[in-house]
């Protein structure tokens, strides 16, 4: 295929070994690539902006090597995309690509995500857009994550990718040829037990340190057909999961389910 002009972003920061494998995975195929992310760690930050403060950008292309161009910037995952777009990138990238995220964005849990924040900023401006995570915190070896996730970016790209179509892959911690086949996923529902550790500091204040371990349910999903398996059972089975996501979050049940309100009875008086 003809080389792409592609943006990469993450939430892990700018010293983070997932990017950096990204971006040089790209380069290698004969990809135009720029990296616009966070200058350190802001996981979890969703789809935050920043407001009150100044947003600075400074470049950083020793960290991703010859042919890269790169900035980390103070602000969030989302912040760092709609800049570059707005400002350091000075032609549309033809593909956005957030990851490779350390640690899983299963189910319910993309709506605290600043790797899929940053996916959905390119969705949002109809750039065609994936964002990419390894389901483990603790494995290290991106480089199959990294050629997998280029293998569907650009199979998607050449096959007339959707208009607001986000797509959301996990890979399982293992090495290719350990996975199994790759799937279309549902979002699972996720919930978390003992979200919370209380604590004591020196002074004998009462602090909290958010601590949760996600419950592992593999039955729980959202809309989609029912065929497909959710994202979190798919995990765990050793196998890539694959979850298309548009920003259109208007519900979609039956309009006689919605509660049967009187308006007119809280007009102002």
Not at 127 to 144: G, R
Not at 233 to 254: A, C, H, K
Request: net charge negative.
């Amino acid at each position: 295929m003809k080389p792409l002009r592609i943006l990469i972003s993450n939430d892990d920061g700018v010293f983070a070994q997932g990017i950096r494998t990204l971006a040089i995975a790209a380069t290698n195929r004969g990809h135009e690539v720029t990296v616009v992310c966070p200058d350190q760690e802001r996981s979890a930050t969703g789809h935050g902006l920043t407001l009150q403060a100044p947003i600075r950008a400074e470049r950083a292309d020793e960290i991703f090597g010859e042919g890269i161009k790169a900035w980390g910037c103070n602000g969030t995952p989302a912040d760092c995309i709609k800049l570059a777009l707005n400002d350091l990138v000075k032609e549309k990238p033809d593909l956005i690509l957030s990851g490779i995220n350390h640690g899983p964005n299963l189910g319910t849990d993309i709506f605290c995500s600043g790797t899929v924040a940053a996916a959905l900023e390119g969705t949002l401006e109809n750039i065609p857009s994936l964002a990419v995570s390894i389901a483990s915190f603790q494995w290290k070896k991106f480089n199959d994550a990294g050629e997998i996730a280029l293998n569907i970016a650009e199979d998607a790209f050449t096959k007339n990718w959707p208009e607001k179509l986000l797509l959301n892959l996990n890979i399982p911690p293992c090495s290719a040829k350990e996975m199994g086949e790759i799937k279309w996923t549902r979002l699972s529902i996720r919930q978390y037990e003992e979200q919370f550790s209380k604590r004591e500091d020196p002074r004998g204040n009462t602090y909290y340190w958010m601590a949760g371990e996600a419950v592992k349910d593999l039955e729980s999903a959202g809309d989609g057909p029912i065929q497909w398996p959710s994202d979190v059972s798919q995990i765990e089975t050793n196998s890539p999961s694959l979850t298309p996501i548009q920003p259109d979050l208007f519900w979609r049940g039956n309009i006689n389910d919605l509660p049967k309100l009187s308006f007119r009875n809280y007009r102002a008086r």
